[in-house]
C-alpha cells in the first residue's frame, strides 16, 4: 500500500486488501525496526554501486563490492533486496556467433589450443576485430587482450578494418606493456594478422604467433567474451550519430570502466588492474 500511495486512494486500497485505514495509519507512525534500518542502508549502498556500475552488476558483483568497501552481509540477503526492489542487471542478447570462410592465407599453428590462462602478465595475448553499429556508418575495433588479467593492453579504432587497424592496436600493447621475447600471440586467421606488417613487428619482438583454426571462433574465447560483454553492457544500450561519438563511450568504458573498475567473476571479482597490481 505504501509502496501505491500517489497512485491510489488510501479508502479504496484498505478496501480492496481487507485493511483497515486505522490498522495502516498505527503501521506508518510505527517506528522502523533496527532490522528495517539495516536493510534501508544496505539498500541505499546497494543502489550506489548499482549506478556506479553502470547499471551492469547483478546480485554476485554487487555482493562482492559490498565486502570489498567493508559492508559485512550476507550473499542471500543482497539478491532478496535487489530482487525485491526490482534492481538487475541489464538484460543481455543472446550470445551467438557465426563462422565465416576465409581464403586460404598464411598461418600459425593454433599454440593455445583453449588454454585461456596465463601464469603471469604479458606472457599471453589474444586479439581480434568487431564492429559497431553507428549511424555514420560501421565504426571497426581492433584490441589486444592479456589473458592473465584480461586487460584491454592495446586498442584501436577505424571506419575500415584495414591492416593499420589491427597493426595500432598491437604497437598501443607494445608501448604500453614491454613484453619480453617469448609471449604468445593469438588471433583469428584475418588477412589484418596474417599481414607481413603485422608478423614482421610480431618477430622483432619475439613474439611467438598463434592463430585459430578455420571457422572457429571459439579459439578466441576470450576475445569474443570481451566483446560480447562490451556490446551488452554499453553499445546495445546507445544509439551513435557518429562514429567519434562511438569512439569517446568506447574508450571511457575500456580505460575509464573495464580496466580499472569493472569487477570480472574469473579474477576473484577484481578488476584487470586490481588483479595485476595483487601479484606486482
Same mark, same amino acid.
Given at each position: 500500500m505504501e509502496a501505491h500511495r500517489g497512485e491510489f486512494r488510501i479508502g479504496t486500497m484498505c478496501e480492496v486488501l481487507g485493511v483497515s485505514r486505522s490498522g495502516y495509519y498505527a503501521w506508518? =507512525?510505527?517506528?522502523?525496526?533496527?532490522r528495517e534500518e539495516g536493510n534501508a542502508r544496505l539498500l541505499a549502498t546497494i543502489r550506489r554501486l548499482y549506478a556506479e556500475s553502470r547499471g551492469i552488476y547483478g546480485s554476485p558483483r554487487i555482493y562482492a563490492a559490498l565486502l570489498e568497501h567493508g559492508v559485512a552481509c550476507g550473499r542471500h540477503r543482497v539478491a532478496?533486496?535487489?530482487r525485491e526492489e526490482g534492481i538487475r542487471s541489464k538484460t543481455k542478447r543472446?550470445?551467438? $556467433? +557465426? &563462422?565465416t570462410k576465409r581464403d586460404e592465407m598464411p598461418s600459425a599453428p593454433n599454440r593455445l589450443a583453449r588454454r585461456f590462462t596465463a601464469k603471469a602478465p604479458d606472457r #599471453?595475448? &589474444? %586479439?581480434?576485430?568487431? +564492429? !559497431?553499429k553507428t549511424a555514420e556508418g560501421w565504426l571497426h575495433l581492433a584490441v589486444v587482450l592479456d589473458l592473465f588479467s584480461r586487460r #584491454? !593492453? *592495446?586498442? %584501436?579504432?577505424?571506419a575500415t578494418p584495414t591492416q593499420t587497424l589491427a597493426l595500432e592496436a598491437l604497437q598501443m600493447a607494445l608501448a604500453n606493456r614491454s613484453p619480453m621475447p617469448g609471449l604468445l600471440h593469438h588471433s583469428d586467421r584475418g588477412g589484418q594478422y596474417a599481414s607481413a606488417s603485422y608478423q614482421e613487428l610480431l618477430d622483432e619482438y619475439g613474439i611467438v604467433c598463434s592463430m585459430s583454426r578455420p571457422a572457429n571462433c571459439l579459439d578466441n574465447a576470450v576475445v569474443e567474451s570481451f566483446f560480447h560483454t562490451l556490446k551488452t553492457e554499453l553499445v546495445y544500450h546507445q /544509439?551513435? =550519430?557518429?562514429?567519434?561519438?562511438? =569512439?569517446?563511450? +568506447? @574508450?571511457? $568504458? #575500456?580505460? *575509464? @570502466? $573495464?580496466?580499472?573498475?569493472? /569487477?570480472?567473476?574469473?579474477l576473484d571479482y577484481r578488476s584487470p588492474e586490481a588483479y595485476e597490481s595483487s601479484v606486482a
Amino acid at each position: 500500500m505504501e509502496a501505491h500511495r500517489g497512485e491510489f486512494r488510501i479508502g479504496t486500497m484498505c478496501e480492496v486488501l481487507g485493511v483497515s485505514r486505522s490498522g495502516y495509519y498505527a503501521w506508518r =507512525r510505527r517506528p522502523r525496526s533496527e532490522r528495517e534500518e539495516g536493510n534501508a542502508r544496505l539498500l541505499a549502498t546497494i543502489r550506489r554501486l548499482y549506478a556506479e556500475s553502470r547499471g551492469i552488476y547483478g546480485s554476485p558483483r554487487i555482493y562482492a563490492a559490498l565486502l570489498e568497501h567493508g559492508v559485512a552481509c550476507g550473499r542471500h540477503r543482497v539478491a532478496r533486496l535487489m530482487r525485491e526492489e526490482g534492481i538487475r542487471s541489464k538484460t543481455k542478447r543472446r550470445f551467438r $556467433y +557465426i &563462422a565465416t570462410k576465409r581464403d586460404e592465407m598464411p598461418s600459425a599453428p593454433n599454440r593455445l589450443a583453449r588454454r585461456f590462462t596465463a601464469k603471469a602478465p604479458d606472457r #599471453v595475448w &589474444a %586479439a581480434d576485430i568487431t +564492429i !559497431v553499429k553507428t549511424a555514420e556508418g560501421w565504426l571497426h575495433l581492433a584490441v589486444v587482450l592479456d589473458l592473465f588479467s584480461r586487460r #584491454v !593492453v *592495446g586498442w %584501436a579504432m577505424s571506419a575500415t578494418p584495414t591492416q593499420t587497424l589491427a597493426l595500432e592496436a598491437l604497437q598501443m600493447a607494445l608501448a604500453n606493456r614491454s613484453p619480453m621475447p617469448g609471449l604468445l600471440h593469438h588471433s583469428d586467421r584475418g588477412g589484418q594478422y596474417a599481414s607481413a606488417s603485422y608478423q614482421e613487428l610480431l618477430d622483432e619482438y619475439g613474439i611467438v604467433c598463434s592463430m585459430s583454426r578455420p571457422a572457429n571462433c571459439l579459439d578466441n574465447a576470450v576475445v569474443e567474451s570481451f566483446f560480447h560483454t562490451l556490446k551488452t553492457e554499453l553499445v546495445y544500450h546507445q /544509439l551513435y =550519430r557518429t562514429r567519434e561519438e562511438a =569512439r569517446r563511450a +568506447i @574508450f571511457e $568504458y #575500456v580505460e *575509464g @570502466f $573495464y580496466n580499472r573498475t569493472r /569487477l570480472h567473476s574469473t579474477l576473484d571479482y577484481r578488476s584487470p588492474e586490481a588483479y595485476e597490481s595483487s601479484v606486482a
